[in-house]
């Protein structure tokens, strides 16, 4: 269409998505958050703090991003569903605009108020419970914190997520049947692929490599010795930076792209 974005026309396209698929795009929703739920009550029991934030936030948020994402242009599954999904009276920005805001944004928002509603409820339980007349009381009260958004691991989750995600939107759009699993393969094929290329490099230039992570570091073994050969520092920031930002971004972009060549 002419006119990339209209205010209007994408909220009846937005309202439109949701209605239209309540069941599959909330319940992935609710799913992930009753599986944050459960993993964290379940470590929560066994008094393991620390892996009820990690582990819940990572498999309830990074989990079910890709999940959803690998869903939100399930229209092609099928050649009628998809015909019609690209007849829709918006533009392929709108529709793609639309993807990223249900599976990126608003998802992660849900997630986030879910998380810290879930955590600040039972550590106030858990502190509430406590029996103040214990020796150990202070060291049991100190034990469980709120889990901090700006965590290292929960940054490394949203890099993950960032990633992951995209993969999982693109995927949906090359892949009409079983794009979860294709575009799994392909991830894999491809992490594949660069692990043999960096090994072969690592070959030419050491005859005892005992491992090689790509562009990153190569371990060598010197006899019963194990040594590892890493990048500058400055080349693994820019490496990392590349994971962080770049790589994500071009992702989400060319899910756009392919959406528009579908139009054509």
Not at 99 to 121: A, P
Not at 145 to 161: A, C, G, L, W
Request: overall charge positive.
């Amino acid at each position: 269409m002419n006119d990339t974005f209209n205010l209007q026309r994408f909220g009846f396209l937005f309202k439109k998505t949701i209605m239209e698929r309540p069941l599959q795009l909330l319940g992935i929703m609710a799913l992930s958050l009753i599986a944050t739920l459960t993993i964290f009550s379940i470590s929560v029991y066994l008094n393991h703090w620390k892996d009820a934030h990690v582990l819940s936030f990572a498999w309830g948020y990074v989990g079910g991003g890709i999940i959803l994402s690998s869903v939100i242009f399930s229209y092609f599954n099928t050649n009628a569903g998809g015909a019609a999904y690209l007849t829709l009276p918006a533009s392929s920005f709108e529709k793609w605009f639309c993807g990223v805001l249900i599976s990126g944004v608003l998802f992660t928002v849900v997630f986030l108020l879910f998380f810290r509603l879930m955590d600040t409820m039972a550590i106030a339980i858990y502190h509430n419970n406590l029996d103040k007349t214990t020796a150990d009381y202070k060291h049991l009260y100190n034990s469980a914190n709120i889990f901090p958004f700006d965590d290292r691991q929960v940054q490394f989750d949203y890099y993950v997520f960032l990633n992951f995600a995209g993969a999982s939107l693109l995927g949906s759009l090359y892949f009409n049947k079983a794009n979860f699993i294709k575009t799994a393969m392909v991830i894999i094929a491809l992490f594949a692929f660069m692990m043999g290329v960096n090994w072969l490099i690592a070959r030419m230039f050491f005859s005892n490599v005992n491992s090689a992570f790509p562009y990153l570091s190569v371990g060598l073994q010197i006899g019963n010795e194990y040594r590892n050969i890493n990048v500058s520092p400055e080349a693994e920031k820019r490496f990392t930076a590349c994971l962080k930002y770049v790589v994500p971004v071009i992702l989400w972009l060319t899910a756009y792209i392919r959406l528009r060549e579908k139009e054509i």
